[in-house]
């Protein structure tokens, strides 16, 4: 179990943190750059869950450089218990504003046919901005899981 | 860890599957009473994983008896592995399906007006049956929590 891949301290780690972060971060610029997304709650919700989300991973990918530079091991019973924390409020919070935004945004195309009726809306950024929020949650679920596997085998 | 609250085939299991059925069902009833409901995507996929979620916590329920009549463990590798994936999978199909008619139900209130626009939408039996939604995906996670605890206590 100590050898898992994606463990903190470790080139997996970084670059699923990296993943995570880069994701986040696609989320909100491509979300922020759509005219009028501040009208509707679910897409500010988003954009706050995946800020928080950009903040947390960009935070554990700086730890997990510095243990990889100075050769550290991060695997400890209180660092792990509050990576576990972490990793799994940000999961939750950020698949729920996905499902919310993904809700809206089937609703705007599929259910009141916002999209055809108004060519201003820029639902193929809304859409974009759901997937990578979506993608972001599955890279913060796997690392949540190895976190937890982890610190269940300590 | 034996002595876990709610563990299957026991009053505490028994409860908490009772709860899940009840809340799933609840919600059914009050999506599916509300006209107008199937022109949403979102509340047709609640009402699907709601569906899902009663019909997975029933068979439980049922097992759950069977074992406390019977005075049978169901405490083994196999049955608590089964009952891990199967909570955990609707767990976050019926959790996926409540944030998202949260999406819409807030965004029928606050963002578009639909609701007092529009005085036929159902939008108090739309609100009703997410917030009971919600609380079935609440026991459901409390009961994956308690499935994942014991097998990993095993």
Known sequence: MAELAG????????????????????????MSSAPGFANYTAFCYLIASMGLQALWSLGLACFDCYALILRKDLQQAFLLSLFVVGDWVTAVLSFAAACSAGGVVVLFERDVHFCSRDPQLPCGRFEVATALAFLSCAFCATSAIVMFCLLASL
Not at 18 to 25: D, E, G, L, T, V
């Open 7 to 30: 463990r903190p301290g470790t080139w997996g780690g970084l670059s699923l943190r990296s993943c995570q972060f880069a994701f986040a971060a696609a989320c909100i610029c491509v």
